[in-house]
């Protein structure tokens, strides 16, 4: 079956502008996270959302960072005025949770450079 | 001092070779999960603990809570096991921390 989709897969764009990253979770799936990777770093939470429930958005690095979820289905995670150091890898998953376990499943990421 | 610790950072092996890769974290958890992240940058969930110990095929998951320990085995190593191997702690709510990884090589 579809797994986890992100577009675009890779995204080139100059300091100061705004960017837009989308993913789409599996069917079904109520939970939903957004992670980024930097070069040569490890994984770094961003925000979580889950069912109807107000999104956890504590890993959010500023406020230039946003996402949202339409119809508990499809995420956009938005970047306004891009920095440098923003430039990563970012990563949606969505999950599933059966017995009291959780099996998350992650997308291709999006890599991000902001020249 | 990072709130997930793995050990070692790097870890080369022969095929057949047991490997044990290890993770320490300083805050109280609600769950702590294994990834696999391939080198073509894909990553693999492949446990999540709260207690006890977990087997999936060559794969065994420990955990010590009172210890704050987990440890990832891999039985009869091989080649394709090659990748980089995360620890991931949730706290009390859904926020994950991730350890830094520890990249496997297993030579043939």
């Known amino acids: 079956g579809a797994g986890v989709s992100q577009s675009p897969s890779n995204k080139v764009t100059e300091k100061g502008k705004d960017v837009e990253l989308r993913c789409d979770p599996i069917s079904g799936h109520t939970a939903l996270y957004w992670y980024r990777q930097s070069l040569g770093q490890g994984l770094e939470f961003l925000i979580y959302f889950q069912g109807n429930s107000a999104p956890d958005k504590s890993g959010l690095p500023s406020d230039r960072f946003s996402a949202e979820r339409t119809g508990g289905s499809v995420s956009t995670l938005t970047i306004q005025r891009t920095q440098q150091e923003d430039s990563a890898v970012y990563l949606c998953?969505?999950?599933?949770?059966?017995?009291?376990?959780?099996?998350?499943?992650f997308g291709p990421g999006t890599r991000l450079l902001v020249l | 001092k990072n709130e997930v610790e793995q050990s070692p950072q790097n870890l080369t092996a022969q095929e057949g070779e047991f490997i044990t890769i290890n993770c320490s974290y300083s805050?109280?958890?609600?769950?702590l999960h294994w990834l696999q992240q391939h080198p073509g940058g894909g990553i693999v969930s492949l446990f999540m603990?709260?207690?006890g110990k977990k087997k999936h095929g060559r794969l065994i998951a420990t955990i010590n809570i009172q210890e704050k320990h987990s440890s990832l085995h891999i039985t009869a190593s091989h080649p394709r096991d090659s990748a980089v191997y995360i620890c991931a702690v949730r706290g009390r709510g859904s926020r994950l921390t991730f350890g830094e990884g520890t990249q496997l090589t297993v030579n043939p």
């Open positions: 998953a969505s999950s599933l949770w059966e017995s009291g376990i959780e099996t998350q499943y």
């Open positions: 805050v109280g958890i609600s769950a």
């Open positions: 603990l709260s207690s």
